[in-house]
């Protein structure tokens, strides 16, 4: 695609938060926008909200004008970038939430920017940024349902939200929004005093009273609530994401294998455990937390204070999803089209490494599943695989193993928006099995293996293991990842051991061989680690889960 191409794609965004100032340009192109291709981010660490407090008094000033200049000269510099990159003018916006819409002087701020940059503000009412940041969560992952808050300098948000088939419905409103952003809970805590005050509880009787107020508003729908099981509750906003990041560094998975926060999951009672993060935070013995700055740290007592009520307010919690979804994501994802936003963002993001027959190459996986079936592994995921089946083919052959180990977390795809650490973990296994598995990981890569495995429930990491050896087969046979002749079949059904116990019977013939013992030794090594899988032992069967494997040959 020729450089003006591109660039009639890419567009720039500044979101004008309360905590800090983000730049971003994003590559839009129709074949991967689901993903959101980020070209450049930048942050610059403005908090406008404290800019409009002195530390003596809670009383609002006006934004000062030396704040006004740093964020004129910060918009300069990434007004110079975005011609760097080719962005076009009107492709460029500036998005202004909660700090500046409750500003004393919000006319003055905004006719500066204007002034000196030629771009115009534009200021979201309460409600749209609720509903900009419910797209936002909405781009985080494949489909999304169940309560969203948005956590952010000023305020925050509260709606429910369901995604299916590119659709997304919310509250009909967009969200409430509550005063009760990080900085300002930190600030009315301070003038609240010392826990258990007269003034503290009556405050927290306000919080707690507004967010029950918030839930009943906004009128859940039926089809949210579980039976025996609560709600899935999806947090956005930087002080959620420190928080999620707390509760990452002390997983009973430790160190945790995937350093991204988008898509990370836990229980709702260990997201309320808010003794146990305040723990993590303030022990003197307790190392830097990764992404947790001094400043996110020093918010930690008010998002605790905040999670303390909203485990009084909210219904009951099931699993609490962290999302990177924020105002970018959520500006563009609006705008797309459903059929861009139903799009699986681990299809999208292995689209760009898929060779000519992948189609082909997933319907042999399919055909190694004895039906029925209880592989858990989605179609979405057998697309994926098989597109970026060959992505790490030409690597050397000492870090084939280990490169496809690691693509989904510091990789090829560790930037794709909307994937769940479930399923990079699940194509990080399915990748690696397919180059050799743990017996082709060098020792620094043998122990990540490990942990990734730990992150897949019941017995879905046994049939990444088996699908991937499977595919491994596929990948001798057909090398450049096309199907110009049928020279592999796949045949499989269900059999039993001789104790009565369910084994996996799975045939190959090789149409194109006038022999079987044609074969070279690579295919027979393939084959033999098909085999292989199903033997029981520690390291091939999670926690139990397997089959035994019968593995037959033909022409």
């Given at each position: 695609?020729?450089?003006?191409?591109?660039?009639?794609?890419?567009?720039?965004?500044?979101?004008?938060?309360?905590?800090?100032?983000?730049?971003?340009?994003?590559?839009l192109?129709?074949?991967?926008?689901?993903i959101?291709?980020?070209?450049?981010?930048?942050?610059?660490?403005?908090?406008?909200?404290?800019?409009?407090?002195t530390?003596?008094?809670?009383?609002?000033?006006?934004?000062?004008?030396?704040?006004?200049?740093?964020?004129?000269?910060?918009?300069?510099?990434?007004?110079s970038?975005c011609?760097?990159?080719?962005?076009?003018?009107?492709?460029?916006?500036?998005?202004?939430?909660?700090?500046?819409?409750k500003?004393?002087?919000?006319?003055?701020?905004q006719?500066?920017?204007?002034?000196?940059?030629?771009?115009?503000?534009q200021?979201?009412?309460?409600?749209?940024?609720?509903?900009?940041?419910?797209?936002?969560?909405?781009?985080s992952?494949?489909?999304?349902?169940?309560?969203?808050?948005?956590l952010?300098?000023?305020?925050?948000?509260?709606?429910?939200?369901?995604?299916?088939?590119?659709?997304?419905?919310?509250?009909?409103?967009?969200?409430v929004?509550?005063?009760?952003?990080a900085?300002?809970?930190?600030?009315?805590?301070?003038?609240?005093?010392?826990?258990?005050?007269k003034?503290?509880?009556?405050?927290?009787?306000?919080v707690?009273?507004?967010?029950s107020?918030?839930?009943?508003?906004?009128?859940?729908?039926?089809?949210?609530?579980?039976p025996?099981?609560?709600?899935?509750?999806?947090?956005?906003?930087?002080?959620?994401?420190?928080?999620?990041f707390?509760?990452m560094s002390?997983?009973?998975?430790?160190?945790?294998?995937?350093?991204i926060?988008?898509?990370?999951?836990?229980?709702?009672?260990?997201?309320?455990?808010?003794?146990?993060?305040?723990?993590?935070?303030?022990?003197?013995?307790t190392?830097?937390?990764?992404?947790?700055?001094?400043?996110?740290a020093?918010?930690?007592?008010?998002?605790?204070?905040?999670?303390?009520?909203?485990?009084?307010?909210?219904?009951?919690?099931?699993?609490?999803h962290?999302?990177?979804?924020?105002?970018?994501?959520?500006?563009?994802f609006?705008?797309?089209?459903?059929?861009?936003?139903n799009e699986?963002?681990?299809?999208?993001?292995?689209?760009?490494?898929?060779?000519?027959?992948?189609?082909?190459?997933?319907?042999?996986?399919?055909?190694?599943?004895?039906?029925p079936?209880?592989c858990?592994?989605?179609?979405?995921?057998?697309?994926?695989?098989?597109?970026?089946?060959?992505?790490?083919?030409?690597?050397?052959?000492d870090?084939?193993a280990g490169?496809?180990?690691?693509?989904?977390s510091?990789g090829?795809?560790?930037?794709?928006?909307?994937?769940?650490?479930e399923?990079?973990?699940?194509?990080?296994?399915?990748?690696?099995?397919?180059?050799?598995?743990?017996?082709?990981?060098?020792?620094?890569?043998?122990?990540?293996?490990?942990?990734?495995?730990?992150?897949l429930?019941?017995?879905?990491?046994?049939?990444?293991?088996?699908?991937?050896?499977?595919?491994a087969?596929?990948?001798?046979?057909?090398?450049?990842?096309v199907?110009?002749e049928q020279?592999?079949?796949?045949?499989?059904?269900?059999?039993?051991?001789?104790?009565?116990?369910?084994?996996?019977?799975?045939?190959?013939?090789?149409p194109?061989?006038?022999?079987?013992?044609?074969?070279d030794?690579?295919?027979?090594?393939?084959?033999?680690?098909?085999?292989?899988?199903?033997?029981?032992k520690?390291?091939?069967?999670?926690?139990?889960?397997?089959?035994?494997?019968?593995?037959?040959?033909?022409?």
């Open positions: 695609m020729a450089e003006l191409e591109r660039c009639e794609y890419y567009h720039g965004l500044v979101d004008m938060g309360s905590n800090g100032i983000r730049f971003s340009i994003t590559d192109r129709p074949e991967t926008a689901r959101l291709p980020t070209l450049y981010l930048s942050r610059a660490a403005i908090s406008l909200y404290d800019a409009q407090f530390p003596s008094s809670n009383d609002p000033l006006p934004i000062p004008q030396e704040t006004i200049d740093r964020v004129t000269k910060a918009l300069l510099r990434f007004k970038t011609h760097d990159f080719g962005v076009p003018e009107h492709q460029i916006r500036i998005v202004a939430t909660e700090a500046t819409r500003a004393i002087n919000p006319q003055e701020f006719d500066v920017i204007q002034e000196k940059t030629g771009w115009k503000v200021l979201l009412e309460k409600e749209v940024e609720g509903r900009v940041g419910a797209y936002g969560v909405a781009s992952y494949a489909n999304v349902s169940g309560l969203v808050m948005d952010g300098g000023g305020s925050t948000q509260l709606t429910w939200i369901i995604t299916a088939h590119g659709e997304v419905r919310m509250y009909e409103k967009g969200s929004s509550l005063p009760y952003g900085a300002a809970l930190t600030k009315r805590l301070e003038a609240a005093g010392a826990k258990g005050s003034t503290y509880k009556s405050f927290e009787q306000e707690m009273g507004d967010l107020n918030a839930v009943q508003q906004i009128e859940i729908p039926e089809e949210l609530f579980r025996g099981k609560g709600l899935h509750l999806y947090l956005s906003g930087g002080g959620f994401r420190g928080w999620g707390v509760l002390q997983h009973s998975i430790r160190p945790y294998p995937v350093p926060i988008n898509g990370f999951k836990v229980k709702g009672y260990g997201f309320q455990d808010t003794q146990a993060v305040r723990a993590a935070v303030f022990n003197e013995d190392p830097d937390i990764f992404r947790v700055s001094q400043r996110r020093s918010q930690v007592p008010a998002v605790a204070f905040l999670v303390d009520c909203l485990s009084k307010a909210l219904p009951s919690i099931q699993d609490v962290f999302c990177q979804g924020g105002v970018r994501e959520g500006m563009h609006a705008e797309m089209e459903p059929m861009q936003r699986d963002p681990i299809v999208t993001a292995t689209k760009s490494y898929a060779r000519a027959s992948a189609p082909e190459i997933v319907g042999l996986l399919w055909s190694a599943l004895p039906k079936s209880p858990p592994l989605t179609t979405a995921v057998l697309e994926a695989f098989a597109q970026a089946l060959h992505a790490h083919g030409a690597y050397p052959k870090v084939c490169a496809a180990l690691r693509s989904t510091t090829f795809f560790a930037s794709t928006h909307g994937m769940s650490h399923q990079r973990a699940v194509l990080a296994i399915l990748l690696c099995e397919r180059y050799g598995g743990f017996r082709s990981l060098s020792p620094t890569e043998q122990d990540f293996y490990h942990r990734l495995l730990q992150l429930p019941g017995n879905l990491s046994w049939w990444c293991m088996y699908l991937g050896r499977v595919a087969v596929a990948a001798i046979v057909y090398p450049a990842g199907v110009r020279r592999l079949e796949i045949q499989t059904c269900w059999g039993a051991t001789k104790k009565g116990k369910a084994k996996v019977c799975i045939s190959f013939s090789f194109a061989l006038s022999r079987v013992d044609e074969m030794e690579a295919l027979k090594d393939a084959l033999e680690q098909v085999d292989d899988v199903g033997r029981k520690k390291k091939k069967w999670i926690a139990g889960h397997g089959y035994k494997v019968e593995v037959g040959i033909g022409r």
